[in-house]
């Protein structure tokens, strides 16, 4: 109160996401950057089939993501798992891309989602993937 008056407010709150340890559910077609890490929700991972590893792509200009399954330990990001979600750990990403939760997509044999920027000091490899 200021100067003695009392605020005609009405109180708004926003519920705490539950969380046990570390780790939050992901819905099912949801992509969670973070520190570090990228975690995917259930329907996410069925749409990479059995593979053991994750390849991410990205496109500057359009801010893209993309994610793809891939059996190459030399390319991909091992993927781990969890009993509804599952995750990569790469610290490549850590300053690269925004944290958050994306809607994933299925594009052209990518799990694809749009971030609001990517930024440019990480080392990546040109590939054509318009073959």
């Given amino acids: ?16 996401e ?7 559910s992901i819905p099912p077609k949801e992509i ?12 996410v991972l069925s749409w990479f089939g059995m593979e053991e590893h994750v390849e991410i792509y990205i496109d ?9 399954s891939t059996k190459n330990m030399v390319t991909g990001f091992k993927l781990q ?3 509804k979600s599952g995750y990569v750990g790469a610290k490549a990403i850590r300053d690269l891309l925004p944290r958050g939760n994306f ?19 990480t080392k990546t490899v040109k590939v054509n993937q318009n073959e």
Avoid: A, H, Y
């Fill in 81 to 83: 798992m969890n009993k």
């Fill in 1 to 16: 109160m200021k100067g003695g008056k009392k605020q005609n407010r009405k109180m708004v709150f926003e519920r705490i």
């Fill in 103 to 121: 809607e994933g997509k299925q594009e052209k044999g990518f799990v694809v989602i749009t971030v609001p920027e990517i930024v440019d000091n």
């Fill in 60 to 68: 500057r200009e359009l801010n893209k993501v993309g994610f793809k």
């Fill in 32 to 43: 969670v950057i973070g520190r570090g890490t990228i975690s995917f929700g259930s329907e």
């Fill in 18 to 24: 539950k969380q046990r340890g570390n780790v939050m």
